[in-house]
């Protein structure tokens, strides 16, 4: 390892002198872009050329090089996103005619070498196969390319903006562009290139860079990009400006265009945004130094449409709460900014991540008693984190984003905001009025929706062969989310946040994998959990325990036949029932059966609590392994049982029926006669209405 | 003739006719509770046994509602039927008493009793069921097409809107086309069944043209007393919620209590209904 690593860092001096250290010394970006594109607005076209540096830090030797041409997407019904949206329940998108989108390689070429545009070729490396799919070139290279060699494209690209159908293109003047540039896949040591087409329900994978981009719009745009804004030059023959835009150690690069943006930019300062005791309180957690800790300040920008000026704070505070608590809990941010964009009307590209840019999404009226867009805001701010920094292959294991993510999101929100309330949109207005007073953190509607899918798919699973978008959707972000507030609350809540903090800082700026989530896991906690995941992660189990059965009964005297003194003598029911009625303290025996009611069960050292709860307040308290379908657990007391619960703590969040996680031995009806009196109210309206028409 | 007369005189025959409102009120509660015991019996049997039963007891949790949604969610098509026949059935029931009430009403000098109030239902059934199938295919011509048409136009508006604005202009604006359309349409379907009865006529289409010709001479009038009434029903229904809304649901004694209050509001609906008529019959003698 060594060895190789010297072999890099010798390349990169001898063979390659403009490639010099990142900022950051103890982190190289393994490709540089710099990139030069120009916006045509009238045509709707992007101009491009792009220089691709790449070093080669495997042990292989590389003979061909793969790229995405991501929106090749919308070229035509042939493309994979097209044909699987067509093939879609729940997720269908339909380009308009006239509204398509490509991206055309003009020329690709080593710097300073061979032309390898004529090697170009299309690939559909993924089943099933839809060979007529554009949005995964390879080129062959002249010569193969060795280990710690660098490699230098100069490509020539031009691209039609498609009218945005999936996160990138164009709305009237508004344009978001992303996924935009040839990109090299990721190329994986003794694996080959991982580099798999555009999929619906698919995000990406890529690896980090460092990123210059100078992007030249006409003059009235307003821009954000990822990164810094490093200059600005104005062109005023052409009516244009272009901005250059930075950042190393991102593995994607976005930018938006406007005339209509409001820009506004503020200041995260940590000093204010944090006090002391806070620190305090989270090294402690962490067991950490203070100064591992201490937040940095960050440019906060936000690019927000005119006619919701009036939520600029609403935004603003709600990116401070998520860079405070992302930083506090997994790590500092390492970027100078943070670009926060209010998608324009009708762009569909709203609630998206990119590195140190996302946008967020609002309407015109919204409830201070809902969380929107705070929701939104801290959410996709939260994959920077995630994906953004711990670069999971979101092709194939997109849980390891979508699912922390939302874990987390629901962390934060519940300890910045409390609670959200439900509201009903009529006519583009919120009403919260008689339904606000049901008040649900995220976690409880994650459950709601992760149960429901359990039987389609395991959690761990290519997303685009997933049974449909919903089972995608609600495994990858829901399920697991309930299956981590399942793991928080098996392991502890600081534990949890060891782990994520120790996850998030191991595997900044890497290619982490589920595989490398359970190790940690396993170190910090010091158990083995691998069971957990194997049980319901891995496997599309229905996890569900409960109490099956709970008798109690008065231990009576025995009738029949009994050995005494070497003589057989009989008890009879008169005798028994005369020596009943002697014993002043009765005695009960309480049989509670728990079972296994699902297939995925319990591992390691981990055991349900088994609580029996009697008429005098008296409990007990017993342990099941819940390896086997079903066991019991027998109680001689003083009094009846009043009930028995598995898992009275609901720490098996993703337990799908915790009704029957109790039994109580009389029934009370209260809750059914209040419910039934709601829906005979319910009836009795709705009848009514219906009546109108008599 | 002042509305605002008509509108209490309305109030004052509703109130004289009380009866009606206790038959109408235990037809919708015994036809209501048959379709809730089922489903009584549905939560009882899943949870009184079960501490979820406490909680359901405390109020809405997102616990016991994901159970439900869980452990249902291969009957969502038959609870679809559950509620789609019984309320089509329910609407016939409502064809047939239409006739006791509107019959009963326009003599209010006789006292309602049960024979003579179903023996106008019986009396008037096939009339307002003719006029029912009248009635449906001009709610699908105007509620249903013209709103349509009106709708399209509108979308003219927005299909080419930079900002939400146009879209909430129009979104609301169709809804209060929607709204203005549908009473219009109801309330002459109203004055179609109170002529049929006055008139006696056993004419449907002829008298509902008529109608039209009636209406069409003082629209406003007319429309101004049906939105008046509507007014009150809309009042009835904030001081119910208002009300609602505060009152605590989690011990027998006020579930008990909440459950007295519901069936008030849904006396004060069947009142408001009875309004409606006798507003409206007392608004047509005037004129006829």
């Given at each position: 390892m060594r060895i190789k690593i010297i072999h890099i860092l010798i390349s990169i001096f001898l063979m390659h002198p403009l490639i010099l250290y990142s900022q950051d010394k103890k982190l190289i970006d393994k490709v540089k872009y710099e990139i030069w594109v120009e916006l045509d607005h009238q045509n709707r076209m992007l101009y491009g050329r792009e220089i691709i540096s790449w070093l080669n830090d495997t042990e292989d030797e590389i003979s061909d090089f793969w790229f995405h041409l991501y929106w090749n997407a919308f070229k035509n019904e042939k493309s994979a996103v097209l044909e699987e949206s067509r093939e879609e329940q729940f997720y269908r998108i339909k380009v308009k005619d006239g509204e398509w989108?490509?991206?055309?390689?003009?020329?690709?070429?080593?710097?300073?070498?061979?032309?390898?545009?004529p090697t170009i070729q299309f690939v559909s490396p993924d089943e099933p196969k839809r060979i007529d799919d554009q949005?995964?070139?390879?080129?062959?290279?002249?010569?193969?390319?060795?280990?710690?060699?660098?490699i230098n494209f100069e490509i020539i690209f031009e691209a039609k903006i498609p009218r945005t159908v999936l996160r990138a293109g164009y709305y009237h003047n508004a344009y978001f562009i992303a996924q935009w540039f040839?990109?090299?896949?990721?190329?994986?040591?003794?694996?080959?290139?991982?580099?798999?087409?555009?999929?619906?329900?698919s995000e990406f994978y890529a690896d980090f860079a460092e990123f210059k981009v100078h992007i030249t719009v006409p003059q009235e745009f307003v821009v954000g990009a990822s990164g810094k804004l490093i200059s600005l030059k104005e062109n005023k023959e052409k009516g244009t400006v272009t901005y250059i835009y930075w950042q190393n150690h991102i593995h994607d690069f976005a930018w938006t265009a406007d005339p209509d943006y409001i820009k506004i930019e503020r200041l995260f300062i940590a000093d204010k945004e944090v006090s002391k005791e806070e620190y305090r309180e989270v090294a402690k957690i962490l067991n950490l130094p203070l100064e591992d800790i201490k937040l940095k300040d960050v440019k906060m920008i936000l690019l927000i449409n005119p006619e919701h000026k009036n939520q600029i704070e609403r935004h603003f505070k709600a990116l401070r709460i998520a860079i405070k608590y992302h930083g506090l809990w997994y790590g500092p941010y390492p970027y100078e900014t943070i670009t926060m964009v209010d998608p324009p009307f009708r762009s569909r590209c709203g609630g998206m991540e990119y590195p140190t840019l996302f946008t967020a999404g609002t309407r015109i009226f919204q409830s201070k008693k809902v969380l929107s867009p705070e929701g939104v805001i801290v959410h996709e701010f939260g994959h920077g984190y995630w994906y953004g920094m711990c670069a999971n292959n979101e092709f194939e294991e997109a849980w390891l984003d979508e699912g922390i993510n939302t874990y987390s999101t629901g962390k934060i929100l519940a300890k910045a905001y409390g609670p959200s309330s439900f509201f009903i949109r009529i006519g583009g207005i919120p009403y919260t009025r008689y339904i606000d007073s049901v008040k649900y953190y995220d976690f409880q509607l994650d459950r709601i929706l992760g149960i429901q899918i359990v039987k389609f798919d395991p959690i761990v699973k290519k997303s685009w062969k997933f049974y449909n978008s919903a089972s995608y959707g609600l495994n990858v972000y829901q399920r697991a989310s309930t299956c981590l507030h399942t793991l928080e609350r098996l392991l502890g809540e600081d534990i949890m946040l060891k782990v994520l903090r120790t996850f998030h800082m191991k595997y900044r700026f890497k290619h982490p994998n589920t595989q490398d989530f359970i190790s940690v896991v396993n170190e910090v906690s010091g158990r083995d959990m691998r069971w957990f995941f194997n049980e319901l992660f891995f496997k599309a189990n229905e996890f569900d325990y409960g109490v099956s059965s709970l008798i109690s009964k008065k231990i009576k005297t025995a009738r029949g036949v009994f050995d005494k003194n070497g003589k057989k003598e009989e008890i009879t029911s008169k005798m028994a029932k005369e020596i009943d009625k002697k014993i002043k303290e009765p005695r009960y025996l309480t049989i509670v059966k728990v079972k296994r009611?699902?297939?995925?069960?319990?591992?390691?050292?981990?055991?349900?609590?088994?609580?029996?709860?009697?008429?005098?307040?008296t409990e007990e308290i017993k342990y099941w392994d819940g390896k086997s379908r079903w066991n019991e657990f027998r109680f001689i007391k003083k009094t009846k049982a009043k009930y028995a619960v598995i898992d009275p703590e609901n720490i098996f969040l993703i337990d799908s029926n915790i009704t029957n996680n109790s039994l109580k031995l009389k029934p009370s009806r209260k809750g059914a006669l209040r419910w039934s009196n709601k829906v005979l109210f319910w009836i009795q309206n709705f009848l009514q209405y219906v009546s109108i028409f008599s | 003739m002042r509305i605002f007369k008509v509108f209490i005189n309305g109030i004052l025959t509703a109130n004289n006719n009380y009866k009606i409102?206790?038959?109408?009120?235990?037809?919708?509660?015994?036809?209501?509770?048959?379709?809730?015991?089922?489903?009584?019996?549905?939560?009882?049997?899943?949870?009184?046994?079960?501490?979820?039963?406490?909680?359901?007891?405390?109020?809405?949790?997102?616990?016991?509602?994901?159970?439900?949604?869980?452990?249902?969610?291969?009957?969502?098509?038959?609870?679809?039927?559950?509620?789609?026949?019984?309320?089509l059935i329910y609407l016939l029931l409502y064809i047939f008493l239409n006739g006791g009430i509107i019959g009963r009403l326009s003599v209010n000098f006789e006292k309602v009793n049960l024979k003579n109030f179903f023996s106008d239902c019986g009396q008037f059934f096939w009339r307002f069921f003719?006029?029912?199938?009248?009635?449906i295919i001009v709610y699908i011509i105007f509620v249903g097409l013209i709103y349509k048409i009106i709708g399209s136009i509108l979308e003219i508006f927005t299909k080419r809107a930079v900002t939400e604005w146009p879209l909430i202009i129009v979104s609301n604006l169709k809804i209060i086309i929607f709204l203005l359309l549908f009473t219009i349409i109801n309330m002459f379907f109203d004055y179609a069944k109170i002529r049929l009865v006055i008139s006696n006529s056993k004419k449907v289409l002829r008298e509902t043209l008529?109608?039209?010709?009636?209406?069409?001479?003082?629209?406003?009038?007319?429309?101004?007393?049906?939105?008046?009434?509507?007014?009150?029903?809309?009042?009835?229904?904030?001081?119910?919620?208002?009300?609602?809304?505060?009152?605590?649901?989690?011990?027998?004694?006020?579930i008990f209590l909440i459950f007295i209050f519901q069936q008030i509001y849904i006396f004060g609906r069947l009142w408001v209904r009875l309004i409606f008529f006798a507003s409206e019959i007392e608004f047509y003698r005037y004129f006829v």
């Open positions: 989108g490509w991206i055309d390689v003009r020329n690709i070429r080593i710097v300073d070498g061979a032309d390898l545009t949005t995964v070139i390879k080129v062959i290279l002249p010569k193969p390319l060795k280990p710690g060699e660098w040839p990109k090299p896949g990721v190329y994986e040591e003794g694996k080959g290139w991982n580099c798999h087409q555009y999929h619906l329900t009611f699902g297939e995925a069960k319990l591992g390691g050292d981990v055991k349900l609590k088994v609580k029996v709860v009697f008429e005098d307040g | 409102i206790i038959y109408l009120w235990v037809i919708n509660f015994l036809y209501s509770f048959m379709l809730v015991v089922p489903i009584y019996f549905l939560i009882n049997m899943d949870i009184s046994k079960s501490l979820m039963g406490e909680r359901m007891a405390q109020g809405f949790d997102l616990f016991w509602l994901g159970d439900f949604i869980y452990k249902f969610r291969h009957i969502s098509l038959a609870l679809i039927g559950w509620v789609i026949f019984p309320a003719k006029l029912f199938l009248i009635s008529f109608t039209l010709n009636f209406l069409r001479r003082r629209f406003f009038k007319v429309w101004a007393l049906y939105l008046l009434i509507c007014l009150l029903f809309l009042i009835i229904t904030i001081i119910y919620l208002e009300t609602a809304h505060i009152m605590p649901k989690n011990t027998m004694f006020f």
